[in-house]
């Protein structure tokens, strides 16, 4: 059975009945409805992402929730800016670049994307297999190796529309850290007070945890998976042809993607908002400031489900890890395949697109290789979102020189206020990740 290109979602609304239906039934029929906003979401919040707001939870206590209300702009105009670029032009970032760039700038943005992402997956991958040690016992090295087959197998043999289905319920499991927020005590206070008063210190350890939560807040990773699944969506859609040669369907093909890729960005934040308040208020707030363990990081959920924290923290470690893999390896994939002008697409058959699999198999495995290695899983989640926010200035600096580029855009312009957000997002970007560097030389 051939693969249908990644497609939103556009289920029928069933009746819900009288006004006394339940509201859990009602927020289901309505994350039925949701589109791969919620999925590119849901990969934002992967191991990587849970460890790195764990760690700073932990860490700083409540002193850092202020990030989550800068960086949601942030990281929403920027994902739109991505998809923008794939609706305007027809094809992704890096084919973007091959055809208006110099391979000086094509190639080291793509190996530097690689690497990011394959240390990422790594990490990804083995926080995956540490958590099933955690509730089944057995290797863990084992459980990584599974994982990363399990993902490449999935990719290439599953059509994507019901793989994205599959993926998208999976990031409930991330409602758990909502409700732990309501059985725990929080200060109210100092809660409120570290999400609307920005508060910096010039430390190495704060400086590098504040880049850590940008990179794994704004990846890199995700700017080319948006890009090139939108012009996948934009090739399926009977009629729809690049903005730059049918201007007149730009209000029609942006203003779906506009809602769809705000509302995920949002779900993403909100929930690495409760990760950081369940961590500061359960960990911090008892001495406990250094995440070393899978099981340190799984304490956060115990006021909830007393010994079933452990559990819950497994599957929200796997679940999400099976949501990114496959979006960290087809970043990969879908960045070289361009690059390099082979056929890309998850909705095309292995025979048809042995490269970009190739591409994607290989990625995935050199992570999880990285695990055969002495690894704290931890530490390596953690250190891969520094690794994405220095890895992101420059890809999101020839991104918004693309936006005013005529010859990409063919004179379709990006609206200002999303340019000022754009350009906003790189200069915050490169400020943090300029300082620490600095701190760490």
């Not at 039925?32 to 860490?59: E, F, N, W």
């Not at 939560?213 to 080319?224: A, H, K």
């Not at 679940?319 to 390099?340: D, H, K, Q, R």
């Amino acid at each position: 059975m051939a693969k249908k290109p990644a497609t939103r979602i556009t289920t029928p609304t069933r009746s819900v009945g009288s006004p006394n239906s339940s509201l859990f039934f009602r927020i289901l029929l309505f994350f039925r409805k949701l589109g791969p906003g919620i999925v590119t979401g849901a990969a934002d919040d992967d191991p990587s992402g849970i460890a790195t707001y764990s760690q700073v939870g932990a860490q700083f206590g409540f002193s850092m929730l202020w990030t989550m209300l800068l960086t949601y702009p942030l990281m929403a105009g920027i994902q739109e800016i991505s998809a923008w670029i794939g609706r305007v032009t027809g094809v992704g970032i890096a084919a973007n670049i091959r055809r208006y760039y110099s391979p000086i700038v094509l190639y080291p943005l793509v190996v530097l994307l690689l690497i990011a992402n394959v240390i990422n997956l790594g990490a990804d991958i083995g926080a995956m297999g540490a958590a099933l040690r955690m509730l089944v016992g057995g290797p863990a090295h084992f459980y990584a190796l599974m994982f990363g087959v399990i993902s490449v197998l999935a990719a290439i043999m599953v059509p994507y529309e019901r793989y994205a289905q599959i993926l998208k319920w999976s990031a409930l499991v991330l409602f758990v850290y909502i409700a732990t927020a309501v059985t725990v005590h929080i200060p109210l206070h100092a809660a409120l007070f570290g999400t609307v008063v920005p508060r910096l210190t010039f430390s190495k350890d704060y400086l590098t945890a504040l880049t850590a939560v940008f990179g794994t807040t704004i990846s890199p990773y995700l700017f080319f998976w948006q890009a090139s699944v939108e012009v996948a969506e934009q090739k399926a859609a009977p009629g729809e042809k690049p903005l730059k040669v049918a201007p007149q369907q730009e209000k029609a093909q942006l203003e779906p993607m506009r809602g769809d890729t705000y509302l995920g960005m949002a779900f993403s934040n909100v929930i690495a908002y409760f990760i950081i308040l369940d961590t500061a208020a359960v960990l911090h707030t008892h001495g406990i400031t250094d995440i070393q363990t899978t099981a340190q990081a799984a304490e956060a959920l115990r006021p909830l489900a007393g010994e079933l924290a452990f559990l819950l923290f497994s599957i929200g470690i796997i679940g999400t890890g099976l949501i990114a893999i496959p979006v960290l390896a087809g970043s990969s994939a879908y960045a070289l395949a361009e690059a390099l002008k082979w056929p890309i697409g998850l909705e095309r058959k292995l025979h048809r697109a042995k490269g970009f699999y190739g591409i994607l198999s290989v990625a995935t495995l050199l992570g999880v290789a990285l695990n055969f290695t002495a690894i704290n899983p931890i530490k390596a989640l953690f250190w891969s979102a520094v690794i994405n926010g220095v890895a992101a200035v420059p890809i999101m600096i020839v991104m918004m020189l693309m936006t005013t580029n005529k010859k990409i855009t063919g004179g379709v312009r990006l609206p200002a206020l999303q340019q000022a957000i754009g350009w906003v997002a790189t200069g915050v970007m490169f400020a943090v990740a300029a300082c620490t560097i600095a701190t760490l030389l």
